[in-house]
Structure formats: structure tokens, C-alpha cells
């Protein structure tokens, strides 16, 4: 079946634009969680969707980053005045339903390599 | 504080050879683990997980790990390692605290030599 889609798979921009990477996450999946991978790099946790709950914005790194969930589906990372450190992987995985026990594999989607000139 | 290291941030093994990836980690009460392998340009994917059932979990591609309470490890295995296990490893452990819930380890490099 069709996995966890993201857009676009490359993103070239120049400093101080803004940006939107879009994930289109596994039918079905009510949770949805983002992540920046830097060159080299281990993951870092940036924000956590789980159904109509408020998000978990704990690992945002500043405010120029901002994430929507429309209709509990499609999610948009946004990268307001690009910073050359924002050159990363960004990583979108889904879920089902994530409850107290933590137990739920997560579905990777391929990434979107951003790079800021 | 619940908590996971991956003990080697590099392994380079021959083919054929057995490969040995280490994970220990840190927890109040019995975690979900898991590991996942991820190949260039690609994104995670889900190698095998424990949750409470059989100590000796067996995922995909011939890979194994055994969850040890006593030493408080999930170290992956695998037999005999081929050109196509080279890839990074990661190791991740469930938490209580918060709303997001996994800690995921920084990583093992495995380079399978011919």
C-alpha cells in the first residue's frame, strides 16, 4: 500500500525566504510527528501530532518554525526567514493511534532535503 | 528519565561475518524498543520492536535482538552480514514522560566490507 509521501523531495531556496514541506502521511494514521535530520546526524524530534489533541511543540527550535494538520491528514512544515543552519533532512513518520504505551511502530516517509544558500 | 545509547557510532564488519550492533538503555518500568535501519537518501524503517512479549524478537532481513532487563540492553544481530546491511542503525526506547513519547539513539554506522 502507499506509504508516508513527502514534497518536495528537493528544496533549493536562498536565505531569509520562507519555506513549506507538505506530508502526506499513511491512511489511517491518526499520529503524525516530524523531524530534522542534520548531515551526520542523529534525529531531533520537532513536533507530534496525535488526532484532534493540541500538538507537541516541544522540539521546535525556534519560532520561525510552525506545522499544521488539516483535517487530521496532510501536514505542512513552515520555515519562516531560512537560516543556513536550517540546511537539514526533514523526516515525516505516521502512526496509528500512540496510546500510554508507546508501542507503535512508526512509518517513515523519504524526506526533504532543504538547503539554504 | 528514560534514556538509550548506542555504544558504537561506527562498526565496519566483513561479509558473511556476524554483525553485533549495541543498545542500552535507561528506564523506570518495561519499555517498547525498537530498531530501525535507515539507507542513503532514505527515510527509517522499522527493523523489529519489543513490547513485553517474547524476549528474543526476530525482525527482517535476518536481523534479531534480545531484550536483556538484567543488563538492560536490545543488542541487534544478525548471523552473517551482507553488502546490503551497510546503512545506519538506530535504537529507540519508549518514554512515559510527556506527550511524545520515544527517545531515539544517535545512531550506529554499519560498512560491510567485501
Known amino acids: 500500500g502507499a506509504g508516508v509521501s513527502q514534497s518536495p523531495s528537493n528544496k533549493v531556496t536562498e536565505k531569509g525566504k520562507d519555506v513549506e514541506l507538505r506530508c502526506d502521511p499513511i491512511?489511517?494514521?491518526?499520529?503524525l510527528y516530524w523531524y530534522r535530520q542534520s548531515l551526520g546526524q542523529g534525529l531531533e524530534f520537532l513536533i507530534y501530532?496525535?488526532?484532534?489533541?493540541?500538538?507537541?511543540k516541544s522540539g521546535l527550535p525556534s519560532d520561525r518554525f510552525s506545522a499544521e494538520r488539516t483535517g487530521g491528514s496532510v501536514s505542512t512544515l513552515t520555515i519562516q526567514r531560512t537560516q543556513q543552519e536550517d540546511s537539514a533532512v526533514y523526516l515525516c513518520?505516521?502512526?496509528?493511534?500512540?496510546?500510554?504505551?508507546?508501542?507503535?511502530?512508526?512509518?517513515f516517509g523519504d524526506g526533504t532535503r532543504l538547503s539554504i544558500l | 528519565a528514560q534514556s538509550v545509547t548506542q555504544l558504537d557510532s561506527h562498526v565496519s564488519v566483513s561479509e558473511g561475518t556476524p554483525v553485533l550492533l549495541r543498545c542500552n538503555y535507561s528506564?523506570?518500568?518495561?519499555?517498547?524498543l525498537f530498531w530501525y535501519v535507515q539507507h542513503p537518501n532514505k527515510g527509517l524503517q522499522l527493523l523489529l520492536k519489543?513490547?513485553?512479549?517474547?524476549?528474543l524478537v526476530k525482525g527482517i532481513n535476518g536481523f534479531e535482538a534480545e531484550f536483556k532487563k538484567s543488563e538492560t540492553s536490545f543488542h541487534l544481530t544478525k548471523p552473517s552480514a551482507h553488502m546490503s546491511d551497510a546503512a545506519e542503525y538506530f535504537c529507540?526506547?519508549?518514554?512515559?514522560?510527556?506527550?511524545?513519547?520515544?527517545?531515539f539513539g544517535t545512531g550506529t554506522r554499519l560498512k560491510v566490507l567485501a
Open positions: 491512511s489511517g494514521h491518526t499520529a
Open positions: 519489543y513490547t513485553s512479549a517474547a524476549t
Open positions: 529507540v526506547v519508549s518514554t512515559t514522560s510527556g506527550t511524545y513519547k520515544y527517545i
Open positions: 501530532f496525535q488526532g484532534n489533541s493540541a500538538p507537541d
Open positions: 528506564s523506570s518500568y518495561s519499555p517498547s
Open positions: 513518520a505516521s502512526s496509528l493511534a500512540d496510546g500510554m504505551y508507546s508501542n507503535q511502530p512508526q512509518h
